[in-house]
């Protein structure tokens, strides 16, 4: 399995992991002037698959637009932010 990198650009944005558990995953988002924020988010995995005969082996993938407010979240205060993982995490 291909895990989450540790840095990653999304969106025009950066960002560096700060947590990973076994379900739930937490960056810091880079790019924002004066502000710094935090996306956490369930981690989801993409099956391994083969695609005109390339095998793409089964991956970790960083939340898509539509899954925030569902299953990913963006908390602007860092203590919240891990409250709210350990949180997740726990259940």
Not at 53 to 69: A, Y
Request: a neutral charge; aromatic letters at 14%; charged letters at 30%.
């Amino acid at each position: 399995m291909i895990p989450l990198p540790q840095n990653l650009t999304y969106n025009h944005y950066g960002y560096t992991q700060v947590l990973k558990g076994k379900r739930y995953c937490l960056y810091e988002q880079n790019g924002i002037a004066n502000m710094k924020c935090y996306e956490l988010f369930k981690i989801k995995v993409r099956p391994k698959k083969e695609i005109n005969g390339l095998i793409l082996e089964e991956k970790e993938m960083f939340p898509k637009n539509e899954d925030f407010g569902k299953s990913a979240w963006t908390i602007c205060d860092y203590n919240e932010a891990i409250e709210k993982y350990n949180e997740l995490e726990s259940i």
